[in-house]
């Protein structure tokens, strides 16, 4: 994870004031995250201290221990410290901050159609990310009434996708149908290129846009 390329890494702050800041890691030992300086990553918040985390390089990728006793959200859990592997999240005060790989946050940019995906067979319902950093997946709707999209780890659809919101979009189950809602998200969600303004049903081939996240709706 040292060198520049596929593996070389990225801490972006996808939500908070500092929204859109990065740093990259790879000439890097350490990285010190707080509210002043001399913190490497300086986040404007009340709720983060002076010195709040420190990251530390080792054999095996990058280690997060929390300066003080409050700890740190780490994937959505409170902890004094985690290892850390690409895409997880750490949230501080209203801050988050996503660990992300140059491939990955390249593959967010890249042209939809520089991805060939081919759909595996499903036994129900399911979406196809087509382009974004779960290019690739699939993700079963299931027999579930409603399912939760977004960037939270706790949603029913994890997106790693640094514009879209932590609970984003909502698709429900009506009789033999689906729909799809958007949640009041930040940068919007879109069907076909239409903002959604309400619910509207989802169609055989119906593509779903969040943030540079691409999913395509099969009714299986």
Not at 105 to 134: F, H
Request: proline content about 6%.
């Amino acid at each position: 994870m040292t060198g520049k390329g596929e593996g070389a890494l990225r801490l972006v702050v996808i939500e908070g004031k500092a929204k859109g800041t990065q740093v990259r890691l790879e000439q890097r030992q350490g990285l010190a995250i707080g509210r002043a300086a001399p913190a490497d990553l300086v986040l404007d918040d009340p709720a983060v201290a002076d010195l709040q985390v420190r990251l530390f390089r080792e054999a095996a990728g990058w280690l997060a221990f929390d300066m003080t006793p409050g700890g740190f959200v780490h994937n959505g859990a409170r902890t004094q410290r985690a290892q850390l592997a690409p895409g997880d999240t750490i949230q501080l005060g209203s801050h988050v901050l996503c660990l992300l790989t140059d491939a990955a946050v390249r593959a967010a940019d890249a042209p939809a159609e520089t991805r060939a995906v081919t759909p595996p067979p499903q036994a129900g319902a399911y979406l196809l990310a087509t382009k974004g950093n779960d290019a690739g997946k699939t993700f079963p709707l299931g027999v579930r009434p409603a399912v939760i999209l977004g960037r939270g780890v706790s949603t029913d659809i994890t997106i790693w996708d640094i514009r879209a919101s932590r609970a984003h979009a909502r698709i429900d189950r009506q009789g033999e149908g689906y729909t799809v809602t958007d949640l009041s998200s930040s940068n919007g969600t879109f069907v076909n290129d239409r903002r959604l303004k309400g619910t509207v049903p989802l169609g055989p081939g119906d593509v779903i846009r969040i943030g540079s996240t691409l999913l395509e709706f099969h009714p299986g």
